[in-house]
């Protein structure tokens, strides 16, 4: 290959000899991103965009029929010195209904309902309009419970139902995401200072990653009208922008530094970082992006919108690290690294390029197979936790406590066992008489049976007749599954065993869930199928090796395997709570598998390209496949390290958060990326390609191996 004339080459080129024009191009992508974000309103995925399985037919049927509910909030009324004095909660309720209706979001307010128990009174309340309605309007209702709760402070009395819940947890993601936001930044810039030693230098990384972040962002806004908002696109975004935007813009930083200090000039440096990991970052890119486009074979729009918001922010780093990153640093010149810091800068200069990790590779380069077989038995001990992991929808159980509106309806659940799960029961058949019969015969075997008590009478609308039943056992996801399947596989078959040409399914809120995490677990072979085999035909392209294709494949599935097993043994257990500030559910949220695994290819093959593009340079340059990899890793090392440290650091951050999705995603990113660049990478990699030798490469045509000087002989056996 003609590096001179590579397309990262020219640009880099360009882009050194005109620097201006180069940031100023940067700066106005920026820009417009940014406007358009302001201009475009984002668009957010609608109810019926996630309708799956039985749950999706039942409720295509009721609102085809327009038998849906109108949204409804409670306001629930408690004492928290005990039973309820009747005659306060009276005069709450009194001022409650008058405030309520005063609101012109509010179709109508019920008649207050109390718990046989004594314990607790409700209020319902009917809203105008549809659910998005609802949440434009919600504020309004909050305000009015807030204003009685404070003229009844010897009462406790608070508003829930699903769109105050909706709105408790986007709070609660919101000051998650600005956590993290403030977290992420000083530690990823203290880890690039730790790294180069000089200010310059350190910033220039983070300050294209945050750049690259705000640009995805705005551009994503045109698009969510294709791959509308799922709820988790600006996190993913802010999570992996600044995982792989710090990673590019380090590798092209990290070998120009490396060329200038052999002597080269700035400008000759510039072309030499774009050919070699220039070409790495593109590859990577691709890699990234690739992975990424898994999720959209799992036909969820909140995994499309994150596939679309991810992909373009790896485009958009990519693109930066080969445009403007060259344009700086010819700009800067030396003065990149300055202003120093004396004992860090000491420190780097000390420790020397792979200072460390030279050390740890010696004894692997000594006895590969030993090493190698060390190694996987370490691999294989995290990963068999794996193979008991339980993966189930997350629930009012999974979500935080600390949400005033999830602890509202918890208690709502105990005082008043009809508003616990619901099920809603839908039949459509030409004879209607016979199919309210049939839901009639339902419900009475169904309260017979002790688990369930009825939620509503049988409401018909031209063909089709609907029944709602709620669940005594308490809302957890193992109890949705078990009335679930009891409804499904028993109740509702024979109830209309008698009617066989009627349509029923059997859908509700808590129907959706189960039936989500199902569809989830059906998809990720499809998921992981997908990512392999394109993963694979690229890696084999890219080096023209069908074996280094092979063993990357082998050590990206060893790492997630190692990374479901420590999700499993924190999260399936008790023993981690207080440590990460969570209640163990006993399982990992559905989506969480497919998200990390589509995730950990993408970053995996990051550093995996450039540790092997490092390799291929010794190999191309006639050492001997031990020394080659000797020197491909160490040459590597420092920028492995930091990248890695990184995307630790950044995932570790999310670990720290209060929603339990955000807790596993973030634990199983940053273990996963730390096994990846230690133990895989270091030993596994390594060890892999000692024993396969010139065979790793075939069908390459590589040059006699040239003599490995005595010296160098000393390190490696060192």
């Not at 820009?31 to 295509?60: C, F, H, M, Y």
């Not at 005082?415 to 309210?436: I, L, Q, R, W």
């Not at 998809?523 to 280094?548: E, H, Q």
């Amino acid at each position: 290959m003609n590096s001179r004339g590579a397309v990262t080459v020219r640009i880099a080129r360009w882009s050194a000899t005109h620097p201006w024009r180069a940031i100023g191009l940067w700066l106005v992508l920026v820009v417009v991103a940014v406007g358009l974000s302001i201009a475009i309103p984002k668009q957010q995925t609608k109810e019926a965009d996630n309708w799956v399985g039985q749950s999706g037919q039942a409720a295509e049927l009721i609102q085809r029929a327009g038998l849906e509910d109108k949204p409804s909030e409670t306001v629930l009324i408690t004492d928290p010195d005990g039973p309820l004095d009747r005659a306060a909660a009276t005069s709450a309720l009194t001022q409650l209904r008058q405030k309520m209706t005063a609101i012109d979001a509010v179709g109508a307010v019920g008649q207050p309902v109390w718990a046989e128990n004594g314990k607790a009174a409700l209020l319902p309340i009917e809203l105008k309009g549809s659910a998005d309605d609802a949440a434009e309007n919600i504020d309004q209702l909050v305000t009015a419970t807030a204003d009685v709760q404070k003229a009844h402070p010897g009462l406790t009395i608070a508003e829930t139902g699903g769109t105050s819940l909706d709105a408790g947890i986007w709070t609660q993601v919101g000051s998650d995401l600005a956590r993290a936001e403030k977290l992420s930044l000083p530690i990823t810039f203290a880890l690039m200072l730790l790294a180069f030693g000089a200010l310059i230098a350190a910033g220039i990384p983070v300050l294209l990653a945050f750049s690259a972040v705000g640009a995805a962002l705005g551009f994503y806004a045109p698009l969510s009208y294709l791959f509308p908002d799922g709820g988790s696109v600006a996190n993913v975004v802010l999570l992996i922008g600044m995982a792989v935007g710090v990673d590019y813009s380090l590798f092209y930083l990290k070998r120009e530094r490396e060329e200038r200090r052999r002597g080269r000039s700035t400008v000759d440096a510039v072309e030499i970082a774009a050919a070699t990991s220039g070409h790495s970052v593109v590859v990577s890119g691709l890699a990234v992006i690739v992975s990424m486009a898994g999720l959209f074979v799992a036909q969820d729009p909140t995994f499309s919108s994150m596939a679309a918001a991810t992909i373009v922010v790896v485009a958009v780093a990519v693109i930066g690290s080969l445009t403007v990153l060259p344009a700086l640093l010819a700009k800067l010149g030396h003065r990149v690294d300055r202003p120093r810091v004396p004992l860090l800068w000491r420190l780097n200069r000390r420790i020397g390029p792979g200072g460390i990790s030279r050390r740890l590779l010696a004894p692997v380069l000594r006895f590969p197979r030993v090493a190698l077989v060390v190694s996987t038995v370490a691999v294989i001990a995290l990963a068999v936790p794996a193979l008991g992991m339980k993966t189930e929808p997350g629930g009012l159980d999974t979500l935080p406590q600390s949400i005033p509106e999830v602890k509202t309806m918890k208690t709502l659940q105990q005082n008043f066992p009809s508003e616990g799960m619901a099920y809603d029961v839908v039949a459509k058949a030409d004879d209607k008489t016979a199919a309210v019969a049939a839901l009639n015969r339902l419900q009475q075997a169904a309260v017979e049976s002790g688990k369930f008590v009825p939620g509503q009478a049988v409401r018909t609308s031209g063909d089709t007749a609907m029944l709602r039943l709620v669940s005594v056992l308490p809302d957890t996801t193992a109890d949705a599954k078990v009335a679930l399947d009891q409804l499904r596989g028993d109740l509702v078959p024979k109830a209309f065993s008698s009617l066989p040409q009627a349509t029923w399914a059997v859908g509700g809120e808590s129907a959706s869930s189960v039936d989500y995490g199902e569809h989830q677990r059906d998809k990720l072979p499809y998921v992981i199928a997908f990512v392999l085999a394109l993963t694979l035909v690229m890696m084999a392209f890219t080096f023209r090796s069908v074996a280094i294709a092979l063993v990357t494949t082998l050590l990206n599935l060893a790492s997630v395997a190692a990374c479901f097993g420590v999700l499993a043994l924190i999260f399936q257990h008790t023993w981690a709570e207080g440590l990460l500030h969570f209640t163990s559910p006993g399982f990992v949220v559905s989506w969480i598998p497919v998200f990390l695994f589509v995730i950990l290819i993408g970053l995996s093959m990051d550093y995996h390209v450039f540790v092997l593009g490092r390799i291929r340079e010794g190999v191309r340059a006639g050492l001997n496949p031990r020394e080659a990899v000797r020197q491909g890793v160490v040459d590597s090392a420092g920028v492995v390290t930091s990248a890695a440290a990184v995307m630790v650091s950044v995932f570790a951050v999310f670990a720290t958060l209060g929603m339990i999705e955000m807790k596993q995603m973030g634990v199983g990113l940053a273990v996963a990326v730390l096994i990846d660049a230690t133990l895989v990478r270091i030993v596994m990699l390594p060890s892999i390609l000692v024993l396969l030798g010139r065979k790793a490469w075939w069908p390459n045509k590589l040059p006699t191996p040239t003599p490995t000087p005595t010296k160098e002989r000393e390190l490696v056996t060192a």
